[in-house]
């Protein structure tokens, strides 16, 4: 694994000149466990954006010299699970394509409590399952092995398994779930993306205690200190 795969999840981006105004925000914010990562160029912020998967992006137009029309239109396709909060001054952009959007003059305090009305808001996003986080937005998952980033597949399956503890869900309803199919000819695909998710989330992923198989069925999420459904699971080759 690389070390990105351990770096702390992003909570807020800000795209934009940086601006004194704002510090005690981050202050705040930064006490409260909030992570926030800063960028001043448009490009710069596409790639971090890309790089972190925020939940929240703050797009500061009016104290920077772009409009952020085609930074709102770009990530809105790159990431669409993330809140776009776009600052600007009365009387420009107010048609943007974006979320949220706060014009100037405005309190610090005010900007506060948008923010973190926004990240109360994608809360919403995040499953917990014993000791399993899984936030959907971003796409990363806290287990046992620490914090990992995973596909946009990946995440979809590891959401059902994590809506249905201790329920063992059959293989043709996962691949209707994730792969919008319910052809059986070849499940290959299925088993590689549960092997690829116990490489990121169990201790010892050729002896999974947490992401088990019953032959013939499917795959259970296990919630450790619940009963299983079924008591006979083992694990097969994939």
Known sequence: MSS?????????????????????????????GYTIAFARTQNLGLKMARAL?????????????FTGENLCRDLG????????????????????????QLIRPFTARKFQQALLRLLEASASNVLQRGNLRLDLASRTVVSPKGLRHLTPKECHLLAGLMRR?????????????????????????????????????????????????????GYLLRVPGEEDEFGDLSDEDA
């Open 165 to 217: 503890p201790n329920q063992v869900i059959s293989r043709k309803d996962l691949m209707e779930q994730v792969w919008n199919t319910g052809y059986l000819g070849d499940t290959r695909t299925l088993d590689v993306h549960i092997r690829w998710l116990r490489e990121k989330i169990e201790p010892d992923p050729k002896h999974p205690v947490l992401l088990v198989t019953k032959r013939g069925v």
């Open 77 to 100: 396709r790159r990431l669409p699970n993330a809140q776009r909060l776009v600052i600007l001054d009365r009387g420009k952009g107010e048609n943007l394509a974006c979320e949220h």
């Open 4 to 32: 990105d795969d351990d770096a702390p999840a992003t909570d807020v981006l800000y795209i934009g000149r940086s601006d004194p105004y704002y510090d005690g925000v981050w202050s705040e914010m930064g006490s409260q």
């Open 53 to 65: 998967e925020p939940r929240i992006i703050i797009i500061n137009s009016a104290s920077s010299q």
